[in-house]
Nanobody
Framework: QAQLVESGGGSVRAGGSLRLSCSAS????????RGWYRQAPGKQRELVAS???????NYANFVKGRFTISTDNAKNAVYLQMDALEPEDTAVYYC????????????WGQGTQVTVSA
């Protein structure tokens, strides 16, 4: 059974950093589009960053230059390094394994809370 498990969330002050990790089990993560989404209270879930099957990472405009997405295929994992955090980055962050030409399945992690105080 496929499972995505996030870790690394927490509370930091503005300007601080956090590194989120997402470990996949039951699937070969590398055949999926691997991404991070976030959802703030009262708002819709939105894409933060993703790595397609082929090509370069994609970032939302609001995180460019501050966040970096990376993968480790040997560990079946994806990471999100978040620097220069702002209070507006406060949200639950979700790991996603998205559809590609090799699979029509999509999986979500349970989410990890990130809270940034001013």
């Amino acid at each position: 059974q496929a499972q995505l498990v996030e870790s690394g969330g927490g509370s930091v002050r503005a300007g601080g950093s956090l590194r989120l990790s997402c470990s996949a089990s039951g699937i070969t993560f590398s055949i999926y589009t691997r991404g991070w989404y976030r959802q703030a209270p009262g708002k819709q879930r939105e894409l933060v960053a993703s790595i397609p099957l082929f090509g370069t990472p994609n970032y939302a405009n609001f995180v460019k230059g501050r966040f970096t997405i990376s993968t480790d295929n040997a560990k079946n994992a994806v990471y999100l390094q978040m620097d220069a955090l702002e209070p507006e980055d406060t949200a639950v962050y979700y790991c996603n394994a998205g559809r590609t030409a090799y699979t029509t399945n999509t999986y979500w992690g349970q989410g990890t809370q990130v809270t940034v105080s001013a």
